[in-house]
Antibody
Framework: QVQLEQSGPEVKKPGASVKVSCKAS????????LHWVRQAPGQGLEWLGR????????YNAQGFFGRVLMTRDTSLTTAYLELSGLKSDDTAVYYC?????????????WGQGTLVSVSS | DIHMTQSPSSLSAFVGDRVTITCRAS??????LNWYQQKPGKAPRLLIY???NLQSGVPSRFSGSGSGTDFSLTISGLQPEDFATYFC?????????FGPGTKVDVK
């Protein structure tokens, strides 16, 4: 079965960077886009961007002013989200999620989430 | 960006009730509308994709309808496990965008 296993919680200071990993298994890693979505405490879902694990090409949501970097390692079937210049309002649970299929970015499978806390 | 709205923002219902949540897109998105259920402390779960298609394993009491800009999610016969927050999401164009959510709780 498809599994997306994310790295553990992080506590960071403002201005620091964080790198969250998403280890995929149970399917062909390069066949489906992976997305990153975050959810601040008590808030809704915010899409950060997606990566094509085959090509490494990315599409980032605007508004992050170059702070978001998505990468992948196909040999490890793992995707990474790096967020730099952390601010307190970056405190959120960060999820990776896999596309349903190539025709529709419905998010079929989700990681368990990684809590990133930003505090001085 | 395509802006998504949902109504109501919250509702209270009894077990057994029929519940409908609506979602509107700021521009036409054809049928590229998906619905998710989220329970506290858990990742969202895909319920409906492409407006009307029931995701595998999702009970048939969930159904979706609509196209263009106006969509709805209906739960026919609310069960105790259905009390949760529901989000719509458009996948017509990047950036993908979500609605603000509808919280369904016990009356």
């Amino acid at each position: 079965q498809v599994q997306l296993e994310q790295s553990g919680p992080e506590v960071k200071k403002p201005g620091a960077s964080v790198k969250v990993s998403c280890k995929a298994s149970g399917y062909t890693f390069t066949a489906y886009y992976l997305h990153w979505v975050r959810q601040a405490p008590g808030q809704g879902l915010e899409w950060l961007g997606r990566i094509n694990p085959n090509s490494g090409g990315t599409y980032n949501a605007q508004g992050f002013f170059g702070r978001v970097l998505m990468t992948r390692d196909t040999s490890l079937t793992t995707a990474y989200l790096e967020l730099s210049g952390l601010k307190s309002d970056d405190t959120a649970v960060y999820y990776c999620a896999r596309d349903l299929n190539s025709d529709n970015s419905a998010l079929e499978d989700w990681g368990q989430g990684t809590l990133v806390s930003v505090s001085s | 960006d395509i802006h998504m709205t949902q109504s109501p923002s919250s509702l209270s219902a009894f077990v057994g009730d029929r519940v409908t949540i609506t979602c509107r897109a700021s521009q036409t998105i054809s049928h590229f509308l998906n619905w998710y259920q989220q329970k506290p402390g858990k990742a969202p779960r895909l319920l409906i994709y492409a407006a009307t298609n029931l995701q595998s394993g999702v009970p048939s009491r969930f159904s979706g309808s609509g196209s263009g800009t106006d969509f709805s999610l209906t739960i026919s016969g609310l069960q105790p496990e259905d009390f949760a927050t529901y989000f719509c999401q458009q996948s017509y164009r990047v950036p993908v965008t979500f609605g603000p959510g509808t919280k369904v709780d016990v009356k």
